[in-house]
């Protein structure tokens, strides 16, 4: 779908109009309509932990999905209008059922799960494809009609594809680029469901090291394998000659300097080209302690077929302008602000640290958390319901109450990573105190090394408070998160020392805001959560 550069313009004049309150037919000033036309964004687009990004575009609407390891639904689906600014709109694995271990049931799934994965869409079925391998074991393939779902299982195929990229050729034939170092081709059958023949293209030169985080695209005719060196380039293959090559060689970037202060190098991203015909680059910039996070830069290609990222300062650019798209037909949900947790289920900007006990919490009025485990370890408590944390800094605010709490009973926020902290309440002799717990820590497997320390206490007021984490996620050294509650809502009183959020990349996933109940002694308590507040300077 090509657009002329007369309506683009149009289209932008009535977004002004429609911004500053004229007649949605009114033609601008010109000095407005410049200003509109020159209009920038700026990196990161959003700046929450979403990784190995895939992006597609669909008529005048733009998907990307992420990697969520073990947190639970899975691979969300982000939506925008003008590739700037995004919303969650669903997630394609509805619940991580690959085993035991991600229901923390005799096992755990930390750093497994959602890998790097792909999306795509088919015109010919209109269907939605989310496709990646679980554990190096297999590959799994979930379909849906709309980017919100309902989300479905079509097949699993008994390759596991790693870091694949899925592409539907024009002719409508399903390919999946994937491999570390070494890539392969393999292509589905029509209906998707599984592997007519699989070859090796491609062999990375030991020059180069490892590639890896396949994309797959067909543009004017050349077959390209877009391909990370983790984590600070990015190099592409092409072919001529058919998705299964010979392939050749040309690197994209390599220790390029990224547009966050202290963060590294855009990579292990997706191309994709707007309605009137300009190509970006969606990457992601690793910036612990927050994770992963999205920057976007325009791409030209060179008369011989290769991509080229525009740079700023011989830099990715912090800012550029704003791709040139149609009117966006509404504003996008925002990733930050207050929930109050109405409606029938869970808003897409929450998801769980593993599979939930879903007879063990309810929406509607409030959140309600009920024990779901016997613990006194967090990292194995069931129902723990994450949020991402806003960078460069944000603050959480929940408002609990604690009435029906039970003795042993541990509640409240965490920021939660394999090294944590928390505020909340601990239910002792029918006594409730309000706490700071640090020191709740993980090895580099993943198991538990520490269960926490009590760092500081005050007298629970009442039957409800407020909690608070502020988080200072600026990347390149670790940074402090700090806790607070209040009895009114309004004066908030510091509880404990500050909290060091570590900004090492092994867990992949960046630190979360955490809401948690979990029993020390006997199921049957309850907390309430009525309000959460995700919020900026």
Same mark, same amino acid.
């Given at each position: 779908?090509?657009?002329?550069?007369?309506?683009?313009?149009?289209?932008?004049?009535?977004?002004?109009?429609?911004?500053?309150?004229?007649?949605?037919?009114?033609?601008?000033?010109?000095?407005?309509?410049?200003? /509109?036309?020159?209009?920038?964004?700026?990196?990161?687009?959003?700046?929450?932990?979403?990784?190995?990004?895939?992006?597609?575009?669909?008529?005048?609407?733009?998907?990307?999905?992420? *990697?969520?390891?073990?947190? *639970?639904?899975?691979?969300?689906?982000?939506?925008?209008?003008?590739?700037?600014? &995004?919303?969650?709109?669903?997630?394609?694995?509805?619940? #991580?059922?690959?085993?035991?271990?991600?229901?923390?049931?005799?096992?755990?799934?930390?750093?497994?799960?959602?890998?790097?994965?792909?999306?795509?869409?088919?015109?010919?079925?209109?269907?939605?494809? &989310?496709?990646? %391998?679980?554990?190096?074991?297999?590959?799994?393939?979930?379909?849906?009609?709309?980017?919100?779902? +309902?989300?479905?299982?079509?097949?699993?195929? *008994?390759?596991?594809?790693? =870091?694949?990229?899925?592409?539907?050729?024009?002719?409508?034939?399903?390919?999946?680029?994937?491999?570390?170092?070494?890539?392969?081709?393999?292509?589905?059958? +029509?209906?998707?469901?599984?592997?007519?023949?699989? %070859?090796?293209?491609?062999?990375?030169?030991?020059?180069?090291?490892?590639?890896?985080?396949?994309?797959?695209?067909?543009?004017?005719?050349?077959?390209?394998?877009?391909?990370?060196?983790?984590?600070?380039? /990015?190099?592409?293959?092409?072919?001529?000659?058919?998705? @299964?090559?010979?392939? !050749?060689?040309?690197?994209?970037?390599?220790?390029?300097?990224? +547009?966050?202060?202290?963060?590294?190098?855009?990579?292990?991203?997706?191309?994709?080209?707007?309605?009137?015909?300009?190509?970006?680059?969606?990457?992601?910039?690793?910036?612990?302690?927050?994770?992963?996070?999205?920057?976007?830069?325009?791409?030209?290609? !060179?008369?011989?077929?290769?991509?080229?990222?525009?740079?700023?300062?011989?830099? &990715?650019?912090?800012?550029?302008?704003?791709?040139?798209?149609?009117?966006?037909?509404?504003?996008?949900?925002?990733?930050?602000?207050? =929930?109050? @947790?109405?409606?029938?289920?869970?808003?897409?900007?929450?998801?769980?640290?593993?599979?939930?006990?879903?007879?063990?919490?309810?929406?509607? $009025?409030?959140?309600? #958390?009920?024990?779901?485990?016997?613990? $006194?370890?967090?990292?194995?408590?069931?129902?723990?319901?994450?949020?991402?944390?806003?960078?460069?800094?944000?603050?959480?605010?929940?408002?609990?109450?604690?009435?029906?709490?039970?003795?042993?009973?541990?509640?409240?926020?965490?920021?939660?990573?394999?090294?944590?902290?928390?505020?909340?309440?601990?239910?002792?002799?029918?006594?409730?105190?309000?706490?700071?717990?640090?020191?709740?820590?993980?090895?580099?497997?993943?198991?538990?090394?520490?269960?926490?320390?009590?760092?500081?206490?005050? +007298?629970?007021?009442?039957?409800?408070?407020?909690?608070?984490?502020?988080?200072?996620?600026?990347?390149?050294?670790?940074?402090?998160? !700090?806790? *607070?509650?209040?009895?009114?809502?309004?004066?908030?009183?510091?509880?404990?020392?500050?909290?060091?959020?570590?900004?090492?990349?092994?867990?992949?996933?960046?630190?979360?805001?955490?809401?948690?109940?979990?029993?020390? %002694?006997?199921?049957?308590?309850?907390?309430?959560?009525?309000?959460? =507040?995700?919020?900026?300077?």
């Amino acid at each position: 779908m090509e657009m002329s550069w007369t309506h683009q313009e149009l289209s932008r004049r009535r977004a002004l109009a429609a911004a500053t309150g004229l007649a949605a037919g009114a033609l601008l000033p010109t000095a407005q309509a410049s200003a /509109q036309a020159a209009a920038t964004f700026t990196n990161p687009v959003i700046w929450q932990d979403f990784a190995d990004i895939d992006v597609i575009r669909v008529g005048d609407t733009y998907y990307a999905s992420a *990697s969520t390891m073990h947190y *639970s639904p899975g691979a969300p689906v982000l939506r925008s209008y003008d590739l700037v600014n &995004w919303e969650i709109a669903g997630h394609s694995v509805p619940t #991580l059922d690959f085993g035991a271990k991600y229901d923390l049931n005799g096992a755990r799934g930390y750093v497994r799960g959602i890998w790097a994965s792909s999306l795509a869409y088919r015109p010919s079925n209109r269907t939605f494809y &989310w496709l990646g %391998q679980i554990d190096f074991a297999r590959t799994y393939v979930y379909t849906a009609t709309a980017a919100e779902g +309902p989300w479905n299982r079509l097949t699993t195929i *008994s390759t596991p594809y790693y =870091d694949a990229g899925l592409l539907v050729d024009s002719d409508d034939t399903l390919y999946v680029a994937y491999g570390n170092t070494t890539i392969s081709v393999a292509q589905l059958s +029509p209906d998707g469901r599984t592997q007519v023949r699989t %070859q090796q293209v491609f062999t990375t030169p030991a020059s180069v090291g490892t590639l890896e985080g396949s994309r797959f695209y067909k543009i004017n005719g050349q077959y390209y394998i877009f391909l990370t060196r983790p984590a600070n380039g /990015q190099y592409i293959l092409k072919s001529s000659a058919g998705p @299964f090559g010979p392939y !050749t060689m040309r690197q994209v970037l390599l220790d390029l300097p990224g +547009p966050i202060p202290g963060g590294g190098v855009p990579h292990q991203g997706g191309l994709v080209q707007t309605q009137s015909g300009a190509w970006y680059y969606l990457a992601f910039v690793d910036a612990y302690p927050g994770g992963r996070v999205p920057a976007l830069a325009p791409v030209t290609w !060179t008369s011989d077929g290769w991509p080229v990222v525009q740079l700023v300062g011989g830099a &990715w650019g912090t800012s550029y302008p704003s791709p040139a798209v149609p009117t966006p037909p509404r504003q996008v949900t925002p990733m930050t602000g207050v =929930d109050t @947790f109405d409606g029938t289920t869970l808003k897409p900007r929450w998801e769980w640290n593993h599979n939930p006990d879903n007879t063990k919490w309810a929406v509607g $009025n409030g959140l309600t #958390l009920r024990t779901a485990t016997v613990t $006194n370890d967090l990292y194995w408590a069931r129902n723990t319901l994450t949020h991402r944390i806003q960078g460069p800094t944000s603050t959480a605010t929940v408002l609990l109450d604690h009435s029906a709490m039970r003795d042993g009973d541990r509640a409240g926020l965490a920021l939660l990573r394999d090294s944590s902290a928390w505020i909340g309440l601990k239910r002792n002799g029918g006594t409730t105190r309000l706490v700071m717990v640090n020191g709740l820590t993980m090895d580099g497997n993943w198991n538990t090394t520490g269960t926490g320390t009590e760092a500081a206490s005050a +007298p629970a007021p009442g039957n409800r408070v407020w909690l608070r984490a502020s988080a200072d996620i600026r990347p390149g050294s670790a940074r402090p998160g !700090t806790f *607070s509650y209040s009895t009114d809502g309004t004066t908030f009183t510091r509880l404990g020392p500050a909290f060091s959020m570590g900004n090492d990349w092994r867990f992949f996933m960046g630190y979360r805001f955490a809401l948690f109940n979990h029993a020390t %002694q006997a199921l049957g308590g309850a907390v309430r959560v009525t309000r959460f =507040d995700l919020s900026t300077p």
